[in-house]
C-alpha cells in the first residue's frame, strides 16, 4: 500500500529524497510520516505531516536538515534530506497513520523500507 523509492548511498554531507506513493484513500484519510532503524536500534520517529500538508513535525535530530512535503496530484509524500551525517544511517520507512502519533505501534500501515547508508 506504500511503495518507497529514492534510498541509497550518499557521502557525508550529501543529499538524498525519499519518496512514498500510496493510494487516493490512504493519502487523503491519514497522516503520513516517515520513521527510521538503525543496526540494533528501535525504530523511531523522524518526520510527519498532516493531511492538509499545512502542518509538518520533525524529530529534534534531523529538524534544520529533513523536510517533509506531499504531492496531492501523485499521491506521494517525500522526505528531503540534506547535510547526511553517517549517524543517519538506517532503514527508512514511510508510514500512515489514522492520527498523528511519534509511536510506532500506532502506525497502521508502513512502507517496505528504504536503506539509507551514509559513508564516505
Known amino acids: 500500500l506504500l511503495v518507497e523509492t529514492g534510498g541509497g548511498l550518499v557521502q557525508p554531507g550529501g543529499s538524498l529524497t525519499l519518496s512514498c506513493t500510496t493510494s487516493?484513500?490512504?493519502?487523503?484519510?491519514?497522516?503520513m510520516g516517515w520513521f527510521r532503524q538503525a543496526p540494533g536500534k528501535e525504530r523511531e520517529f523522524v518526520a510527519a505531516?498532516?493531511?492538509?500538508?499545512?502542518?509538518?513535525d520533525y524529530a529534534d535530530s534531523v529538524k534544520g536538515r529533513f523536510t517533509m512535503s506531499r504531492d496531492k496530484a501523485k499521491n506521494t509524500v517525500y522526505l528531503t534530506m540534506n547535510s547526511l551525517a553517517p549517524v543517519d544511517t538506517a532503514v527508512y520507512y514511510c508510514?500512515?497513520?489514522?492520527?498523528?502519533?511519534?509511536?510506532?505501534?500506532?502506525?497502521?500501515?508502513w512502507g517496505q523500507g528504504s536503506q539509507v547508508t551514509v559513508s564516505s
Open positions: 508510514a500512515a497513520a489514522n492520527s498523528y502519533s511519534r509511536r510506532p505501534n500506532d502506525v497502521n500501515y
Open positions: 487516493e484513500s490512504i493519502f487523503s484519510d491519514y497522516v
Open positions: 505531516i498532516s493531511r492538509s500538508g499545512s502542518i509538518t
